[in-house]
């Protein structure tokens, strides 16, 4: 099973409809971040939560929220979906203490689709 | 303000050339990570590399390579002998602060393309 889990993998939606992608996270890290990709632009930072009672924007969070519920759950949503918002959301974890300091580990990516 | 830059959008090599991608970063901290991803068609994130900004050895692991130069704040990869399966899009990042702050600085990416 993967370390960071996302669903769903793949989403169909219309503007103005609500969405929310959900990630999960077994490797016990504190920290958990959004990421967008979109074609040629490579990975632009939508929010970040140092643990559950931090929550921090990145460079393009208009448009979005998040919510971290618990330590291995941080959820991204849409309140009223437009198509630019058309892209490839990636939620990563990393854990600022130990050998891998720094490291982001990915979940495999929701494709997200607004028509 | 930290900035990653990868110039070259797309390349193209025949399968065996030996190919190198290049990054370029900004940084104002003194003490930071450097990264190289990869994301094959299939879309996922693979890790290939850290370095640190104290450890300026280059790195060799099989047919990768990795030449960091802070005199010139190139962080570049180098695929030696490239195969088919290399073919995916390669990205460059920075994490500021000791990684302290966790979030990576990514460049826009380099698509390696690998024909037979």
């Known amino acids: 099973d993967a370390d960071v889990t996302q669903t769903p993998r793949n989403r169909i939606t219309k503007t103005g409809k609500r969405i929310m992608l959900e990630c999960s996270q077994t490797?016990?890290?504190?920290?958990m971040y959004w990421y967008r990709q979109d074609p040629g632009l490579g990975l632009q930072l939508i929010y970040y939560s140092f643990d559950v009672k931090d929550i921090n924007k990145g460079e393009i969070s208009d448009g979005y929220s998040v919510s971290r519920q618990a330590q291995a759950k941080f959820s991204l949503s849409l309140e009223s979906a437009i198509p630019n918002q058309t892209a490839l959301y990636f939620c990563?974890?990393?854990?600022?203490?130990?050998?891998?300091?720094?490291?982001?580990?990915f979940g495999e990516g929701s494709r997200l689709t607004v028509l | 303000a930290q900035k990653v830059t990868q110039a070259q959008t797309e390349i193209s090599v025949v399968e065996k050339e030996d190919v190198t991608l290049d990054c370029v970063y900004e940084?104002?901290?003194?003490?930071?990570?450097l990264f190289w991803y990869k994301q094959p068609p299939s879309g996922e994130l693979v890790f290939l590399i850290r370095?640190?900004?104290?450890?300026?050895q280059n790195e060799i692991s099989g047919r990768y390579s990795w030449n960091f130069q802070k005199s010139t704040s190139s962080f570049n990869f180098t695929i030696t002998a490239s195969q088919v399966v290399d073919s995916a899009v390669y990205f460059c990042a920075l994490s500021e602060y000791g990684g302290s702050q966790g979030n990576l600085i990514f460049g826009k990416g380099t698509k390696l393309s690998v024909k037979p």
């Open positions: 990563a974890t990393s854990d600022h203490r130990g050998p891998n300091t720094g490291e982001l580990f």
């Open positions: 940084t104002r901290d003194t003490t930071y990570y």
């Open positions: 490797k016990g890290h504190d920290r």
């Open positions: 370095r640190n900004s104290f450890d300026e």
